[in-house]
């Protein structure tokens, strides 16, 4: 049974998608972190902890990734399979 090329590399949509999002989303709360400074965590007066910010980057970008990863490669298998049976089965030929 041939599902298309879609379905074969569904593999692909997920990772790259949850790059992306990982590292913006990481991107933008690691920033306002450090740039917020809530209770001069992240910097103080001799400059700014960077073991404490990439600890932070860390524990934004790993759980979303993975949150991401699956959510995308299963809506992108879910809307792929369910166009593969609209075309074969109720399309009008």
């Known amino acids: 049974m041939n599902l298309g090329t879609g379905v074969r590399k ?3 949509f997920g990772p790259v998608a949850g790059l992306l999002v990982a590292f913006v989303v990481t991107a933008i709360f690691t920033t306002l972190d450090v740039v917020r400074n809530y209770g001069e965590v992240f910097r103080d007066a001799s400059g700014i902890r960077w073991l404490l910010v990439y600890e932070t980057a860390a524990s934004w970008f790993l759980p ?8 995308a490669s299963a809506g992108h298998l879910l809307f792929t399979g369910l166009s593969v049976i609209y075309k074969r089965y109720l399309s009008v030929k």
């Open 10 to 12: 569904f593999w692909l």
């Open 64 to 71: 979303t990734f993975l949150y991401v990863l699956v959510v």
